[in-house]
């Protein structure tokens, strides 16, 4: 199994853009997906999370500028992020409880993308 996260870059502050956080491999159910995020020298944060019925929970720093939603079909997550500010300038990661073909559960985490909110 593994988790692929994309769609990191430099953006201007004010600006967005969308993470995607694909599943992959023998994978029976995915179940929870959250976004974490570590900027330099700071301790990994939550930045939201998705239940497997769609319910959705934020950082407080994030309210109401971030939105988490998922694609069961295509074993997606998505962060869409608007009004960037300098502070979101962090590796951004993606995690999932993922219940796999042989009946296991497990956590799984992407690789990480590079957010950077700078003008």
């Known amino acids: 199994v593994q988790l692929q996260a994309s769609g990191g870059g430099t953006v201007q502050p004010g600006g967005s853009l969308r993470l995607s956080c694909v599943a992959s491999?023998?994978?029976?159910?995915?179940?929870?997906m959250r976004w974490y995020r570590q900027a330099p020298g700071k301790q990994r944060e939550l930045v939201a999370i998705?239940?497997?019925?769609?319910?959705?929970n934020y950082g407080d720093s994030v309210k109401g500028r971030f939105t988490i939603s998922r694609d069961n079909a295509k074993k997606t997550g998505y962060l869409q992020m608007n009004n960037l500010k300098p502070d979101d300038t962090a590796i951004y990661y993606c995690?999932?409880?993922?219940?796999?073909?042989?009946?296991?559960?497990?956590?799984?985490w992407g690789q990480g993308t590079l957010v950077t909110v700078s003008s």
């Open positions: 998705i239940t497997s019925t769609g319910g959705t």
């Open positions: 491999g023998s994978i029976f159910r995915l179940n929870h």
């Open positions: 995690n999932a409880e993922i219940v796999t073909t042989d009946l296991r559960t497990a956590d799984y």
